[in-house]
């Protein structure tokens, strides 16, 4: 199982960018898969979710109307576009998949993440 995360960079306050996660080893549609941040000295925070079966989707209040995550099933990717882009979206951007046993669930594979700088 592989996560490549790709698509950071530096742009400027209001722009956009395109991140996407390419799996291999497992397909996509059948997880949860999550985009999460880390931006520096500061906590992972959750980004957005896409869900199995019907493809239920959420966001964080910090991203919602600006960003939007999909899914290619025949590539077998996942991406996450971000419009409007504000300095506090500059982080390292990881792509994860979500797993349950049980009542239990967990992020069992994470990508290497890729970064996004926002600034002017």
């Known amino acids: 199982v592989q996560l490549q995360a790709s698509g950071g960079g530096l742009v400027q306050p209001g722009g956009s960018l395109r991140l996407s996660c390419a799996a291999s080893g497992f397909t996509v549609s059948s997880y949860w898969m999550y985009w999460v941040r880390q931006a520096p000295g500061k906590s992972l925070e959750y980004v957005s979710v896409?869900?199995?079966?019907?493809?239920?989707?959420d966001y964080a209040d910090s991203v919602k109307g600006r960003f939007t995550i999909s899914r290619d099933n025949a590539k077998n990717n996942v991406y996450l576009q971000m419009n409007s882009l504000k300095p506090e979206d500059t982080a390292m951007y990881c792509c994860v998949r979500h797993v349950t046993y049980g009542s239990a669930w967990f992020f069992d594979y994470w990508g290497q993440g890729t970064l996004v700088t926002v600034s002017s």
């Open positions: 896409l869900k199995t079966a019907g493809g239920d989707i």
